[in-house]
């Protein structure tokens, strides 16, 4: 790979002394901004950048302002089971995957000949994520309903940056993009865990506890067996024990042998009472349900159906099944294409329609045409082909996509889209990332923005209208992906100009 000119001076003079970079290093372990290593007894601190990024105070807001709309959107077409099930049918034929999510949410809900009442209330937490795009403006990459992490380190960005600009000011200075910026606020981390802790009060207060049990609310958290973003979920917990509430971890693997139903349909999880909420950080993947030592002839059915299980009580969840389908790529490409008029039959304004249509970007379905048009007239640069998965790794690039195209086979179509690619503004000073304690300059970062809401039962529980915070993750523009766990993503914030 070319070095940039920059980057070699980096490397050979050393940008920042050791010191400092050592001292920051140390501050994000101390706060838990850190990544469990393979190991299992020692951590690393997560990529960051040394310095925040800028943007338009109005682009910022607008952004605030919007992604609430989308939120009561999703939150709508969450609970839209006839829809859910008849627009995404094709899709979950073209993806096993979602087929099984399909299933498990027709168990919950019924189906529209015969529907059912799902007792749980949605949880939705979710995180859209936006890029700046220097033509279009901000749209948005994706929705994020299941697993949506990363808030508290959100939240800890800012604080490190506000470090950094205390302790080392010329440093400060001379990285951030725009000196005169203000550091825009971002308590994610407390308002996730107010939106939550507000969710496990009313359940307590609606269902009581049951005789014998427990009073204390109560809050369980389903991860993943080898789980190495744990500190990121560990800050969720304490904020939340802070408030008072009681916070459990258990794998779905755990979980098929502890629960139970409880008096008023209350979920009794074995030896902690009932439960209030249920927060799935595992489950956004088919792995997530397979479980090799129960040898099942249907496979992954005993996990999935714990999911189904939990559903069927008087508990708050996130994430519903029905949550997961409504923020799946293909829905995303569904509500891209309505027209404005047709995103009010979920009770948006036609206002509120108009702006939630302006934040998303062009997607287009496969099929046999689309794949001609793509080869023969398509700008390669302008697309990503992306599945229905999550995560990462996923999303195919430019001149990678026909062959992609090419290889698939027809039946597999309706688990693809074409999106169009956007292409953020590039920073315009060089700053420094730091990864596993090495600094490097990077002259070309470019910024991914997730902003958080918070929903309980239909209705915004943050102190800011659904609004809860958000995470910046940048990379440098040569690279396509930008993840902080895989990839070359590094955890940002965001200063303000007018
Ligand atoms: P995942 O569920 O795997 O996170 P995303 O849709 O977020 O899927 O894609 C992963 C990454 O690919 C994004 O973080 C972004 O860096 C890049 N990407 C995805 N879609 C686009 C797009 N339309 N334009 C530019 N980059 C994109
Ligand atoms: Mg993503």
Wanted: charged content about 25%.
């Amino acid at each position: 790979m070319k070095t940039s000119i920059l980057e070699k001076q980096c490397v050979e003079e050393q940008y920042l002394n050791t010191q400092t970079v050592d001292e920051v290093c140390e501050w994000q372990i101390m706060h838990g901004v850190a990544i469990k290593n393979s190991d299992g007894t020692t951590a690393r601190h997560c990529p960051f950048s040394i310095a925040p990024m800028t943007m338009k105070r109005r682009v910022f807001e607008h952004l605030k302002t919007v992604t609430p709309m989308l939120t009561n959107l999703i939150s709508k077409v969450s609970e839209d089971m006839p829809f859910l099930q008849s627009s995404l049918s094709s899709m979950a034929n073209a993806d096993p995957f979602f087929g099984r999510l399909m299933k498990m949410h027709a168990q919950i809900h019924g189906t529209e000949a015969a529907p059912k009442t799902a007792l749980r209330k949605p949880l939705l937490l979710m995180r859209t994520d936006f890029m700046d795009d220097r033509q279009q403006g901000a749209k948005v990459i994706e929705f994020n309903g299941i697993a949506a992490g990363m808030g508290p380190f959100g939240q800890r960005a800012n604080e490190m940056h506000d470090y950094m600009r205390r302790q080392w000011p010329e440093i400060y200075r001379d990285l951030v993009e725009s000196p005169a910026a203000i550091p825009a606020d971002n308590a994610c981390l407390e308002q996730l865990a107010h939106g939550i802790a507000t969710a496990a009060q009313d359940i307590r207060a609606t269902y009581g506890t049951p005789t014998g049990q427990q009073e204390q609310r109560t809050f369980l958290m389903v991860v993943q067996k080898h789980e190495d973003n744990v500190y990121d979920q560990h800050l969720l917990e304490v904020a939340l024990q802070q408030r008072g509430v009681r916070t459990v971890r258990r794998t779905f693997d755990q979980l098929s042998s502890q629960l139970s139903t409880g008096e008023n349909q209350r979920l009794i999880l074995k030896d902690i009472g009932a439960v209030d909420v249920v927060y799935l950080r595992a489950g956004y993947q088919y792995s997530d349900y397979f479980a090799p030592e129960l040898r099942e002839a249907n496979c992954c059915h005993t996990l999935s159906q714990t999911r189904v299980f939990i559903e069927q009580h008087n508990v708050a969840v996130n994430a519903t099944v029905g949550q997961q389908l409504a923020t799946s790529k293909t829905m995303q490409m569904i509500l891209t294409m309505m027209t404005a008029q047709e995103l009010t039959h979920w009770g948006l304004s036609e206002e509120n329609a108009t702006l939630v249509k302006s934040v998303l970007a062009d997607m287009l379905p496969i099929h046999a045409e689309a794949i001609a048009w793509f080869n023969r007239d398509a700008e390669k640069r302008e697309w990503v082909l992306k599945n229905q998965g999550e995560g990462g790794g996923h999303c195919v690039f430019g001149d990678d996509i026909s062959a992609k195209l090419a290889a698939l086979k027809s039946e597999d179509y309706d688990a693809w889209a074409l999106m169009q690619r956007l292409y953020p503004h590039e920073r315009e000073r060089p700053t420094i990332a730091v990864r596993n304690g090495e600094q490097t300059l990077v002259d070309d970062l470019v910024s991914e923005i997730g902003l958080f809401t918070a929903y309980f039962d239909g209705k915004p529980v943050t102190d800011f209208e659904g609004y809860a915070g958000y995470l910046v993750r940048s990379k440098p523009a040569k690279e396509n992906e930008g993840g902080i766990h895989s990839g070359k993503g590094i955890l940002d914030s965001i200063t303000l100009i007018d």
